[in-house]
């Protein structure tokens, strides 16, 4: 490009930003951007911007830098090549868009050439456009709901709202169609890269914000406006906001944001509570659902803590995209709008139980994390496992009628259980020397510290007792309010509030009890021999170890055992040691004599029996079901399917369970059931017949009477949660069983919203239909739902429709598919990988594997190398012998480097060892079906 002449290049940055951070009694002032005009005429700026032609350290990229506050003389250094870390300014009139980087003490701007479209969408393709410095996120894209916990993104969150998306890969395109956006994004240590601070957890400090912003835009912060000022600059007007002195907290919850959107808001209790979004969103009553419940979910916890909210405002903000997922930032949360925003029109559908978890959950941080804050990240479980916990209890005072134990244990504990193991190395409160560094800390965000830290509240909860419970808390949070706590602080506390009362006696100190269950990976199998009342405890391993070598006495937990026998809850017992007897818990011969530990599952374990307990049981559920509640159905099927897939019980003891499921009624408890027993693993066609035969004989009421529900009546299903989240799994098998009136119905529901698309298919079954309607038609109804995929912006139904458009049973039609994927043609493809979604699927295994014959080339530029090393693992999933492994390893030859071919091999023995241990599982439950079909 040709260099362009310095005193035309008058690049306006679209915000000018200033803090004022009080600290340790001392003032830091320092500015964050103020670059008021990058243009070398302007005197005071003359001495500090320099002209960087074309050809210079900027390679082909002309460009202008400058310095706020220039050295005297000329400048001793040049600046940076542009390579990760530039931060995208807004440009306003001729102005070209550019990124700004702050580089010892001075901005430094980048000045983006003209865009060439046809050059943009080969470097899109290749992954090479210039990519986001750490602290922003500079993607033009639709909404997307990711993975929870932190990115990589630090200090601040940029976005541009786009009228006409293009999609991911040509989100260049658009830069100077865009409208700014700007959110902060502290936590955990990214306050440093904004302003100048102590910025550690335990560091806490008032702050007076200040910013100086154009007056289009509205600027928020953690405190209500104090004022607002005009500021000339250049002869430009510009609006400078101040905000009210922040209360103590730490530096990863300060925030400010800079937007153009609209805004719902009420008072009440006292404080403002205003939900910002688009403008249209705003418009089309998006923000009123989270409006409606956002004063309920403070009420109930000021009241249940008897603290107030400490400030006057309550700010929350729906960004189009926010890869965190959502911040409890104190007076002003920010959330990804995906999970904010509530169409009025969503009803058929999870989202708004998921609106109102979220919500709950970063509303309870105001309390646990923001009023008191951990000292330190290793005990970040205080903050995240408390807000986790009282997720239920908020959604539980909400809507009463929703089942509490249930629900926790569909959102939270099933998932947990499958995940933690004695040898794992993580645990929930880890020693501070264990880490330092901003990426170890992020690790912390995990299911660990959010799900087992709930696991773990929740347990201690129902020993002590609500009452107990809550006035501990009560003492913890008003004594280190504004201040900063560790673990042992809340033991203390619990502590005091049971040394103060005589009803409630444990077996040894809290803080003895409770360490073991934070400070130790893994959880206890508690088996209870009811012949002779004996219990044991050992730890829980991902395969049993059959020797005892390992097992010492530090490796068992003091247990609560919370229990029922014959329907009755009976009193609170402890297992402190390996092995103890309780005579209370012997069966009799009587048929209806039973016994079930871990009532409503509070208890972080899981429970086997002996032969005779295990026997009872069944004979209960034969005779009457209903006798043993929900709760427990559900956790007799979950523990014994997962206790049998590490050899704990025998499978077959697992399987005795599922007789009487002909008479079950609970969506929820066909959910576990299938979930256990309709695997990826069973990919076994000596399995399949029998399990069918097995299987259909006891789905005739539970899909009779959702199938009807579903069809006939879906408003009834508006408030079901646990039916909405298990109707899937429920017609997924049912399809996939080959029951006839399934497979009918999914033609018929895809053929009717094909030709009359005001007809949509329900949305709890919307996948399933999608899926079965593409595998039973042709290559019209293909190419039917490929186009309304090519027209889909957002992001989870686009999601949707590629691994529906996956489902085909036409190897010619999978292999087209794979070959729109890595052609230039199909560019509004998104980043999905569908090589590997058609391989998954059991046609598509070897449709894949002949593609990658002619196109592996291709797939790897289109996906990275790195998905090579993928597909083979999804092509060799069923692998059982070595000669398959040395065929696999061989067609892959030349597609793979050599440490990927070691690495691969590694790998594809394992899954070959799994798949040999899975057939003699299958064997075993061949077995029995062939005895009980």
């Not at 190419?783 to 989870?796: A, G, K, P, Q, V």
């Amino acid at each position: 490009m040709e260099d362009a002449d310095p005193e035309e290049a008058n690049i306006d940055v679209w915000d000018i930003l200033k803090m004022k951070h009080l600290c340790a009694s001392k003032d830091f002032i320092k500015r964050l951007a103020e670059v008021l005009s990058c243009s070398p005429s302007q005197r005071e700026f003359t001495a500090g911007c320099r002209w960087v032609p074309a050809g210079s350290s900027f390679r082909s990229q002309a460009a202008l830098w400058c310095r706020a506050t220039p050295p005297p003389g000329s400048l001793p250094f040049s600046p940076p090549s542009p390579p990760d870390s530039w931060l995208l300014v807004r440009s306003r009139g001729r102005g070209r868009p550019g990124f700004l980087r702050e580089s010892m003490g001075t901005l430094w701007l980048w000045k983006l050439p003209p865009p060439n479209p046809r050059r943009l969408l080969e470097d899109a393709r290749r992954g090479s456009l210039p990519r986001a410095p750490p602290g922003l996120d500079l993607r033009a894209r639709p909404p997307t709901r990711s993975a929870m916990g932190p990115s990589s993104t630090s200090g601040f969150y940029v976005s541009r709202a786009v009228a006409a998306l293009l999609g991911a890969v040509a989100a260049a395109l658009v830069l100077a169609l865009a409208v700014a956006l700007l959110a902060s994004q502290m936590e955990p240590t990214f306050a440093r890269n904004v302003f100048p601070c102590f910025d550690e957890p335990a560091l806490k400090a008032t702050f007076n914000i200040t910013i100086i912003h154009h007056p289009s835009y509205v600027a928020l912060s953690n405190m209500p406006r104090r004022g607002q000022s005009e500021k000339d600059v250049n002869g430009s007007k510009w609006t400078v906001t101040t905000f009210h002195t922040t209360p103590r907290m730490s530096t990863y919850l300060t925030t400010v944001v800079l937007c153009d959107f609209d805004h719902v808001n009420r008072t009440e209790g006292g404080k403002e509570i205003r939900i910002w979004a688009r403008k249209d969103a705003i418009a089309d009553g998006e923000a009123d659902f989270a409006l409606n419940i956002t004063g309920p979910i403070f009420t109930f916890l000021e009241d249940l803590f008897n603290i107030s909210y400490p400030l006057p405002k309550a700010d929350i903000i729906a960004l189009p995209v926010f890869d965190h997922r959502a911040m409890e930032n104190w007076g002003l949360l920010v959330f990804d709008e995906s999970l904010l925003l509530l169409q009025p029109n969503d009803q058929l559908t999870e989202k708004k139980t998921v609106i109102a978890f979220i919500l709950s959950h970063e509303i309870g941080h105001q309390w646990f994390g923001n009023l008191v804050t951990m000292k330190w990240w290793n005990s970040i479980w205080l903050n995240e496992g408390f807000a986790s916990y009282f997720e239920f209890e908020v959604i539980n005072h909400l809507n009463p009628k929703l089942p509490k134990n249930e629900i926790f244990f569909s959102n939270t504990l099933h998932g947990i259980l499958k995940e933690d193991h004695a040898l794992i190395s993580r645990v929930v409160s880890r020693k501070v020397e264990n880490f330092t560094v901003t990426s170890e800390i992020n690790e912390l965000f995990d299911v660990f510290t959010y799900s087992k830290g709930a696991c773990v509240v929740r347990m201690l909860s129902s020993v002590l007792r609500e009452k107990l419970f809550i006035g501990a808390l009560k003492s913890y949070l008003e004594t280190f309010s504004y201040s900063n706590a560790e673990q042992d602080d809340l033991w203390r506390h619990f502590q005091m509030a049971v040394d103060d009362q005589n009803t409630n006696l444990l077996p040894a100190t809290v803080k003895s009890i409770m360490d073991r269950w934070t400070q130790k990976s893994g959880f206890p199998v508690i088996s209870l021999n009811v012949s002779s009342g004996i219990m044991t405890q050992e730890p829980f391993y991902l395969g049993k170890i059959k020797t005892q070598t390992l097992l010492s006495h530090n490796d068992t937990w003091i247990v609560p055992i919370l229990w029922i026998k014959n329907g009755t809850t009976q009193p609170l017992v402890w297992l402190d040691k390996s092995r103890k007897v309780f005579p209370e818990m012997l069966v009799s011969d009587s048929d209806h004599d039973w016994v079930v530990l871990n009532l409503n599952m509070t208890g972080y374990y899981r429970v086997t029996y002996d032969e005779l307990g295990w026997k009872k049981i069944n004979q209960q559920l034969e005779i009457d079901h209903k006798a043993i509640p929900i709760i427990h159905r559900l956790q007799l099927m979950d523990d014994a399917f997962a206790l049998s897939k590490s050899d704990y019980i025998e499978v077959e003891t697992a399987l005795d369970l599922t007789k009487y499921l002909a008479e079950e009624d609970e969506i929820i408890v066909w959910h576990v059931v299938l979930t256990s027993l309709v695997t990826m693993e069973l990919e076994n066609y000596d399995l399949y017949p029998f399990l069918k035969k097995y299987l259909l004989k006891r789905l005739h009421l539970i899909w009779t009477t959702y199938a009807t529900i579903t069809l006939e009546n879906p408003a009834a299903l508006q408030d079901d949660y646990l039916a909405i989240l298990s109707l899937e799994k429920l017609f997924g098998t049912a399809c996939w069983l080959g029951l006839e009136d399934c497979l009918q119905l999914s033609r018929e529901l895809f053929r009717k919203w094909m030709n009359h698309p005001e007809h949509e298919i329900p949305y709890p079954i919307r996948s399933v239909i999608l899926c079965y309607g593409i595998a039973l038609g042709n290559d019209k109804e293909w190419d039917f739902l490929f186009s309304i995929y090519t027209n889909e912006r957002n992001e989870d139904k686009r999601f949707q429709l590629v691994y529906a458009l996956s489902c085909s049973k036409d190897p010619w039609i999978l292999h087209r598919y794979m070959q729109y994927a890595i052609s230039t043609a199909s560019l509004n493809l998104n980043e999905t990988n569908i090589i590997e979604v058609v391989a998954s699927s059991e046609v598509g295994q070897y449709v894949a594997k002949d593609f990658l014959v002619n196109n592996w080339q291709a797939v790897s530029e289109r996906y990275g190398a790195e998905s090579l090393v993928t597909l083979m693992y999804i092509v060799g999933r069923t692998i059982t012998t070595d000669l398959q492994i040395a065929e696999l390893q061989q067609f892959f030859s030349n597609m793979l480097d050599e440490q990927q071919r070691i690495t691969v091999q590694d790998k594809l023995e394992l899954i070959k060892i799994q798949n040999l241990e899975n057939k003699k599982w299958n064997a075993r439950i061949i077995k029995w079906l062939k005895k009980n079909t």
